[in-house]
């Protein structure tokens, strides 16, 4: 007997493709929290702020060009401290959220990003996210 998508199904789908905090890949900035800073937790703000503020937002909250990184999705089990590396040297696509895809950042080194994903993931932790 073929009965079409159950009623069910289609109620759990509206709820996963339901629009929210959670899934806008966004953060009101206000909310959230700053951990606290050290010489080099500086040091990798300086650099994220020039290099992926512009889309990933002041302090990690996102923007509408890119995803906030205080987000599970950015958890360190999910998203290693490797893809922090990958990123911005090869770019990524589009896969999480409505973005679109994450362009290769111009003249991004090693030597910047070991001191961008400290900051990250101090961020992260300041707003729960470890
Ligand atoms: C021009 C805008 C832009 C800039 C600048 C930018 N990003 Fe992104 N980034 C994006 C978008 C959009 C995505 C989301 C892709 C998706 O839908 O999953 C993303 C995703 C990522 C991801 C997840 C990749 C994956 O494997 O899922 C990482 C890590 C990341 N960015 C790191 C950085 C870092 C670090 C910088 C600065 C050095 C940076 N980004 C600068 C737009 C940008």
Known sequence: MIH???PVALVLA?????????ASGTR???SV????MTPALNLGKMNYDAKCASCHGRNGAGTD?????????YHPGHHGDGA?????????RAHHWPFGDMPPVEG???AQIEK????IRALQKANGIF
Do not use: M, N, Q, W
């Not at 929290?33 to 606290?36: C, E, H, I, S, Y």
């Not at 922090?84 to 990524?92: C, D, E, N």
């Open 33 to 36: 929290k700053l951990p606290a």
């Open 84 to 92: 922090f590396y990958l990123a911005p040297k090869r770019g990524a």
């Open 28 to 30: 009101d900035p206000a």
């Open 108 to 110: 991004i080194t090693d």
């Open 116 to 119: 961008i994903v400290p900051y």
């Open 65 to 73: 060009k890119g995803p906030t990184f205080l987000h599970r999705v």
């Open 14 to 22: 509206g709820l996963l493709l339901s629009p929210g905090a959670e």
């Open 4 to 6: 079409g998508i159950p």
